[in-house]
């Protein structure tokens, strides 16, 4: 059974930092594009960052230079450190993950659209404060 539980969420000042945490099980880790999606009140759910198992990374262009993905391969969790946080920044975070090979072959682990993940997690709350 695919679990994917984010955890770190909270209420920050402008500036301020949170690092967020997603565990993942039930699927091979290895072989899955795993990513952060933010869903602001009102407004669609966008891709925010995205980490591949050969290592590579895609930001969104509003994140990057701010926030930083990274992965703990042996601990199946993924984290999403956020520096320099902004008001726009507050929503709802998801921890997702989507297979790297698909029918077409390989297909390169961005975030600019969420089809395609078929596993979500519950989310976790992010607001940044003025």
Known sequence: QVQMVESGG????????????CDASGF?????????????????????AGAASDGS?????????RFTISKDNAKKTVYLQMNSLK???????YCTARPLWITGGYSPCGVQSPRGFGYWGQGTQVNVSS
């Open 28 to 48: 091979t880790y290895s072989t899955y594009c795993i990513a952060w999606f933010r869903q602001a009140t009102g407004k669609e759910r966008e891709g925010v």
């Open 87 to 93: 008001p726009e920044d507050t929503a709802m975070y």
């Open 57 to 65: 990374t895609s930001y969104a262009d509003s994140v990057k230079g």
């Open 10 to 21: 909270g209420s920050v000042q402008a500036g301020g930092s949170l690092r967020l945490s």
